[in-house]
Nanobody, 123 residues
């Protein structure tokens, strides 16, 4: 069992930056690939970024490539999402999730989910 707690969201103006954090409980964090997803009001949840267990592999949605960066520190049981050059369309609740099998956009493969952190970008 892994419990995930996100933090770092907030309200920023377009062009701003935030660093989202996801703290995991348990001693098996390094066994899981990690992903970030987001869901805007009235829209389906979408994949943002993923990182492999040992951080050697990352994946990004086309809409965030070059602006967002995912990283993790297994010694700290934490995964981060650095979000730069924010746009109003990035406004959403951001969730981190843990998967035993993938760090891609296959949401059904993620076993554990956090409660989410709100990111609001104003123009």
């Amino acid at each position: 069992q892994v419990q995930l707690v996100e933090s770092g969201g907030g309200s920023v103006q377009a062009g701003g930056s935030l660093r989202l954090s996801c703290a995991a409980s348990g001693r098996t964090f390094s066994s899981y690939h990690m992903g970030w997803f987001r869901q805007a009001p009235g829209k389906e949840r979408e994949f943002v970024a993923g990182v492999s267990r040992s951080a050697w592999g990352t994946r990004y949605a086309d809409s965030v490539k070059g602006r967002f960066s995912i990283s993790r520190d297994n010694a700290k049981n934490t995964v981060w999402l650095q979000v730069n050059s924010l746009k109003p369309e990035d406004t959403a609740v951001y969730y981190c999730a843990a998967s035993a099998s993938t760090y891609t956009n296959a949401a059904d493969e993620y076993l554990y989910w956090g409660q989410g952190t709100q990111v609001t970008v104003s123009s």
